[in-house]
């Protein structure tokens, strides 16, 4: 089975502070994905990437930035935190792009509160 | 652009009962449609899936058929139990939008015992 755990399941922050958000999957997956679902907005893509040291923005990149220095490991970056990115994370990845019948797979999430 | 629409919840039925949710789709390619569902508190889990036209997908008693000619993929099942409780997700993935999953708005299920 697709394993992908993100490092930590529930996070406080203070406002300022910088938060790192880490991801890994374990079935040597090109592409990685960082989404923020928030209620009444649904799920949006922020950042992912389709090999090491590759990335594309989403559609909400601001404020993120994200780290891919190994194929296995996927991190997003909130350089400053603030109180409006107080959300649910999720890391996906995928093996290639969607032809061929690919599926991309979710991790168990991220809490994250900025105080 | 590519889009993913469901219906409203939340949807409460009685233990038991069919369950069906609506789900239609705009693609400009000819995508892949995934059904994912998420637990109270946890993130998204794959439930079934299917990458062409006529394609059935199916998984823990739940089926959804890829309709072209509707562009639809509609989630069935015949008899829903207390634990079928969750928030379910129709997603597209097509070439035409590289690498992003576009969701639905999610139709949260309640299931009474």
């Known amino acids: 089975d697709v394993k992908v755990t993100q490092s930590s399941r529930y996070l406080v922050k203070r406002t300022g502070e910088k938060v790192f958000l880490e991801c890994v999957q374990d079935?040597?997956?090109?592409?990685m994905f960082w989404y923020r679902q928030d209620p009444g907005l649904g799920l949006r893509l922020i950042y992912f990437s389709y090999d090491v040291k590759m990335k594309e923005k989403g559609d909400i990149p601001e404020g993120y930035s994200v780290s891919r220095e190994k194929k296995e490991r996927f991190s997003l970056i909130l350089e400053s935190a603030s109180t409006n990115q107080t959300s649910m994370y999720l890391c996906?990845?995928?093996?290639?792009?969607?032809?061929?019948?690919?599926?991309?797979?979710f991790g168990e999430g991220s809490w994250l509160t900025v105080v | 652009g590519d889009s993913v629409t469901q219906m409203e919840g939340p949807v409460t039925l009685s233990e038991e009962a069919f369950l069906t949710i609506n789900c239609t789709y705009t693609?400009?390619?000819?995508?892949?449609l995934f059904w994912y569902v998420q637990y109270p508190g946890e993130g998204l889990q794959l439930l079934l899936k299917a990458t062409k036209a006529d394609d059935k997908g199916s998984n823990k008693g739940f089926e959804a058929t890829y309709r072209k000619e509707t562009t639809s993929f509609h989630l069935e099942k015949g008899s829903v139990q207390v634990s079928d409780s969750a928030v379910y997700f129709c997603?597209?993935?097509?070439?035409?939008?590289?690498?992003?999953?576009?969701f639905g708005s999610g139709t949260r299920l309640l299931v009474r015992p």
């Open positions: 693609a400009t390619g000819y995508p892949s």
């Open positions: 997603a597209l993935w097509d070439k035409g939008s590289s690498y992003k999953l576009i």
């Open positions: 996906a990845s995928s093996l290639s792009g969607p032809l061929s019948g690919n599926t991309i797979y």
């Open positions: 079935m040597d997956h090109e592409n």
